[in-house]
T-cell receptor, first 113, second 115 residues
């Protein structure tokens, strides 16, 4: 069964360092989402791509976060510099289009010390 | 402003009994609602959904009920099994979220099913 792949699964970094997360969506899925889930809360959308274009990045802290999906397939989310409050689970999801069923990857657990 | 709320952080039920998880929303523009299930160290997995034109959708042991006038939905699991123990997220989308497929999630309810 096709799955969304994410790496790394776990990342520990010190504040002010740069971190990057990678996501490979299900083959053929045009829409890709990055969510952040803080412990005890539900996932919150950071950025959404339709192919290589950004559809929604209204909740992305653009002073330190960046995301790209250059060829409209896999995607990278970067944080520079990391802050203590960035500790969270970063989830990638994909869907065929702007449909409602999104398939999630296993996430990257980020700890900022 | 929490547009989707799950007011019960946790729920414990006995195996074989019914589990009822509740969710409230504030934005009347939402027209599609979903439940996701999440195990530790895994991403959320889609469970069941309902469109606003319906008031009930059933899939095996899982049934979702939608009360639009009350802006309330619930997930019923009957009978509950120990393997159902997980965090359950309610999510909503529709023109109220910009109609881009963006999901607005509740805070989650941790369900524990005791053998």
């Amino acid at each position: 069964e096709a799955e969304v792949a994410q790496s790394p699964r776990y990342k520990i970094t010190e504040k002010s360092q740069a971190v990057a997360f990678w996501c490979d969506p299900i083959s053929g899925h045009a829409t890709l989402y990055w969510y952040r889930q803080i412990l005890g809360q539900g996932p919150e959308l950071l950025v959404q791509f339709q192919d290589e274009s950004v559809v929604d990045d209204s909740q992305l802290p653009k002073d330190r976060f960046s995301a790209e999906r250059l060829k409209g397939v896999d995607s990278t989310l970067k944080i520079q510099p990391a802050e203590l409050g960035d500790s969270a689970m970063y989830l990638c999801a994909s869907s065929l289009g702007l449909s409602n069923e999104q398939f999630f990857g296993p996430g990257t657990r980020l700890t900022v010390l | 402003d929490q547009q989707v709320k799950q007011n019960s952080p946790s729920l414990s039920v006995q195996e074989g009994r019914i589990s009822i998880l509740n969710c409230d929303y504030t934005n009347s523009m939402f027209d599609y609602f979903l439940w996701y299930k999440k195990y530790p160290a895994e991403g959320p997995t889609f469970l069941i959904s309902i469109s606003s034109i319906k008031d009930k959708n059933e899939d095996g042991r899982f049934t979702v009920f939608l009360n639009k006038s009350a802006k309330h939905l619930s997930l019923h699991i009957v009978p509950s099994q120990p393997g159902d123990s997980a965090v359950y997220f309610c999510a909503a989308s529709g023109s109220g979220s910009g109609n881009t497929g963006k999901l607005i999630f509740g805070q989650g309810t941790t369900l524990q099913v005791k053998p």
